[in-house]
């Protein structure tokens, strides 16, 4: 027999969302909510520079993470009556929760962009780790003393991919839940962030339908769904690739990336710098912008400082050409892919094409005005659940079926093509002149690779 367990119910602190309505924070874990940690959230952007083309994307990880928090409780709810239902312990249960808040508390400023610069930045899975581990810190102390559970577990459960720790299987079991194809996290990301950018993608997910299909897969150990759901894990999947099209991965916000990572490099690389990368882990966004300017100006990094000048006021840098994975150039995704994995290659590239230009043009080039832009080589929209149909519902196959069986749907067979075709795509970008921009858009290409 189900029993309620007291951080599940609708009791404590209400907080008012514009996404999901009310959401009900107990006083343990509304202790995590008012650590210094946590409230920095409130000024780290969700969404990076994706203002500066949707103004309304002002929105932050804090409200973000209190969104994955209300979700992934219903989820819990449901898998807990689901049949046959998810076994937790009661230690389980107050690990996933205040896990499931903690997910972002290792994020740096403006999103993911620094993430992209390896390997100065680790994963904010394994920042997380660390603040949340420190003994010193607010995490662990609320953790052990208010929610009574080792913070190395809900370490664990976000961090569950990491090369240095064995994860136990009972902290594996929860991360499936707060991460895969139908995970909280994305879920609330994808709602929130349409709404907040103006964009009606998100309103085509029937999120009351999604919640009620969700059930427990006892031979996988994770997520699965209803037949009853299907569509709505096609709109949700669908809205995934058109906010990566249209939004994250915009030309204007992929500029705008490109030009504050090559800003913070041209400090990083400088021998005598003083900003070190545990300079980033705790500040705001705002605090960020001011140590960087200050160390810029004091190492006479005039070109860095132009650039990151030119992402605050918008003043970005203009696409000179574009490469489609689909065009399949002998070698030239290896030498991508190279490049993103090691940055110091990659501006080392910038530079030399900037100064081969500077040449032709005859000007003397500062080696910036040339940036390279790749996006994430991993992120792809991957389909991996399981689907459970009724009785009532015929079929020749063995229960469960894939999600991409054509039983189910063919969605994902046309949208991994499209999404490698024409949401991940690699640009080159000229600084707005008239006499870079087109020389770059003639020659760029054939010397990439």
């Excluded at 990491?162 to 839940?177: C, E, G």
């Excluded at 895969?180 to 990301?189: A, E, H, R």
């Excluded at 759901?229 to 669908?238: H, Q």
Aim: with cysteine.
């Amino acid at each position: 027999m189900f029993t309620m367990h007291p951080l599940l119910e609708d009791d404590g602190k209400a907080i008012r969302d514009p996404v999901w309505g009310y959401i009900h924070l107990p006083d343990p874990l509304l202790a995590l909510v008012d650590t210094g940690d946590f409230q920095r959230l409130r000024d780290i952007s969700q969404l990076g520079f994706v203002h500066l083309v949707y103004p309304g994307a002002r929105h932050s990880r804090f409200e973000h993470s209190l969104g994955v928090y209300h979700l992934a409780k219903q989820f819990l709810l449901r898998l807990l009556k689901s049949d046959p239902p998810l076994q937790l312990e009661d230690e389980d249960i107050r690990v996933f929760l205040a896990a499931t808040l903690l997910h972002d508390i290792g994020h740096y400023p403006f999103s993911h962009t620094l993430e992209e610069l390896m390997p100065f930045f680790v994963s904010h899975e394994e920042r997380a780790r660390r603040l949340i581990e420190d003994p010193a810190g607010p995490l662990a102390r609320v953790l052990s003393q208010e929610l009574h559970v080792d913070p190395v577990r809900v370490a664990n459960v976000i961090d569950y991919s990491s090369k240095t720790r064995q994860i136990p299987q009972r902290d594996v079991l929860l991360a499936n839940i707060l991460s895969g194809t139908l995970d909280p996290d994305k879920i609330d990301y994808l709602l929130r962030d349409s709404l907040f950018c103006g964009v009606p993608f998100g309103e085509s997910v029937n999120r009351d339908r999604l919640i009620k299909a969700i059930k427990y897969d006892p031979k996988r150990r994770r997520l699965a769904i209803t037949s009853k759901g299907v569509s709505a894990v096609e709109a949700l999947v669908f809205t995934n690739y058109l906010m990566y099209r249209n939004v994250y991965w915009h030309h204007a916000v992929r500029s705008a990336t490109a030009m504050f990572k090559r800003s913070v490099q041209d400090i990083l690389v400088h021998p005598d710098k003083c900003l070190q990368v545990d300079d980033f882990h705790r500040v705001t966004e705002g605090e960020l912008l001011m140590v960087l300017r200050e160390e810029q100006d004091r190492l006479g990094l005039q070109g860095a400082r132009a650039l990151l000048d030119g992402v605050v006021h918008r003043r970005l840098y203009k696409v000179a050409t574009f490469v489609h994975p689909g065009e399949r150039k002998q070698g030239l995704l290896h030498f991508l892919y190279d490049l993103y994995q090691h940055p110091e290659k990659r501006r080392q590239k910038e530079i030399d094409l900037s100064r081969q230009f500077g040449e032709q043009l005859g000007r003397q080039a500062t080696g910036d005005e040339i940036l390279i832009d790749i996006p994430r080589f991993d992120k792809t929209p991957e389909v991996d659940l399981k689907v459970f149909y009724s009785t009532d519902v015929p079929s020749e196959k063995p229960q469960p079926l894939s999600f991409d069986d054509p039983e189910v749907s063919r969605l994902r067979d046309t949208l991994v093509d499209n999404f490698e075709d024409q949401a991940k795509i690699f640009r080159v970008f000229s600084v707005a002149d008239d006499g870079f921009l087109p020389l770059a858009a003639e020659q760029a290409k054939r010397h990439l690779c």
